[in-house]
Nanobody, 119 residues
């Protein structure tokens, strides 16, 4: 089994930056980030979970319009870690951020990390 653990959330002022990390660990995690399509999602209170960005095994990246140009997804396969660099944060970015890994019928989620953007 594989566990995904997010970190890097916190309180930041509007216009600030944060970098989230998602580490894959467990017995089958050795090549996880290179074999799985990895993504970041978020869920604000009272709202549905929203897809933000993905990075495919090929390295191709995609972004939701709401974060394009501000957020960047990347990965370090040697560390089985995926990152989300978030710049120019806005109050509406406040949410719990989740990491996801998908391959065929396998779908893994992390427990989430809280990001709060407030002055």
């Amino acid at each position: 089994q594989v566990q995904l653990v997010e970190s890097g959330g916190g309180l930041v002022q509007p216009g600030g930056s944060l970098r989230l990390s998602c580490v894959a660990s467990g017995r089958s995690s050795g090549r996880f980030t290179s074999l799985y399509a990895m993504g970041w999602y978020r869920q604000a209170p009272g709202k549905q979970r929203e897809w933000l960005a993905s990075i495919r095994p090929s390295g191709h990246t995609e972004y939701a319009d709401s974060v394009k140009g501000r957020f960047a997804i990347s990965r370090d396969n040697a560390k089985t870690t995926v990152y989300l660099q978030m710049n120019n944060l806005k109050s509406e970015d406040t949410a719990v951020y989740y990491c996801n890994g998908q391959r065929s019928d396998n779908n893994y989620w992390g427990q989430g990390t809280q990001v709060t953007v407030s002055s």
